[in-house]
């Protein structure tokens, strides 16, 4: 089972909400990551987590928080976004975090427009 | 710092042929990992191909193999026997091998259109 599973796929949310993003993988991989992709461009990192500590935060605005409970689960905290904040939000895994061999596996992403 | 450049916007190939997409690189590790992914117009990045730095042969999966010439930089995905259902976005991306974590670092992208 190769497989990220993301839910919502779509969102919508307006400027005051607070929503969440999950994301599950069953791979037994140690290391997750969230990318944001605007539109017609490549995805950017965001957050990495190993062994369900925060490893990397690439200057993440506050209003995006993300939450690691258990080493198959993936959680973004959205709250007080901004409109430009609308772009599709794609998680991965990996088996492991450093070295190179270990490709990530992305799950399908979540459209999230910010009204 | 380790930077990728995909010079295609867009390609066009007919069905059953063969297409080959630019990939360059740079980076001043000597120890790193090229990608292929795939990302049709539903989203999901589809892993397709890896090359170690270290790798001697050119890697292959399938119709994929990747033109690896390390001394010029480059990544090049070649795709054979093109299907309408390669019709999608690819993108090249390098691995980043730190003592804590691995980063991606995406090219731009190439368009690929497949016609009949």
């Known amino acids: 089972d190769t497989e990220v599973t993301q839910t919502p796929k779509h969102l919508v949310m307006g400027m005051t909400n607070k929503k969440s993003l999950k994301c599950e993988q069953h791979?037994?991989?140690?290391?997750m990551y969230w990318y944001k992709q605007k539109a017609k461009k490549p995805p950017e990192l965001m957050f990495v987590y190993s062994y369900e500590k925060l490893s990397i935060n690439e200057s993440v605005p506050s209003r995006f928080s993300p939450e690691c409970p258990n080493s198959s689960l993936l959680n973004l905290h959205l709250h007080a976004l901004q409109p430009e904040d609308s772009a599709l939000y794609l998680c991965?895994?990996?088996?492991?975090?450093?070295?190179?061999?270990?490709?990530?596996?992305f799950g399908p992403g979540t459209r999230l427009t910010v009204t | 710092a380790q930077k990728i450049t995909q010079t295609q916007p867009g390609m066009f190939v007919q069905e059953k042929e063969a297409v080959t997409l630019d990939c360059t690189y740079d980076?001043?590790?000597?120890?790193?990992?090229l990608f292929w992914y795939k990302q049709p117009s539903s989203g999901e990045m589809i892993f397709l191909i890896y090359q170690g730095s270290y790798d001697q042969q050119n890697a292959t999966e399938g119709r994929y193999s990747l033109n690896f010439q390390k001394a010029r930089k480059s990544a090049n995905l070649v795709i054979s026997a093109s299907q309408l259902g390669d019709s999608a976005m690819y993108f090249c991306?390098?691995?980043?091998?730190?003592?804590?974590?691995?980063?991606?670092?995406f090219g731009t992208g190439t368009r690929l259109q497949v016609t009949l």
């Open positions: 991965a895994s990996s088996p492991r975090l450093a070295g190179g061999s270990y490709e990530q596996y």
């Open positions: 791979m037994g991989h140690r290391a």
């Open positions: 980076t001043s590790d000597p120890s790193y990992g």
């Open positions: 991306a390098m691995s980043d091998y730190t003592g804590t974590a691995s980063k991606l670092t």
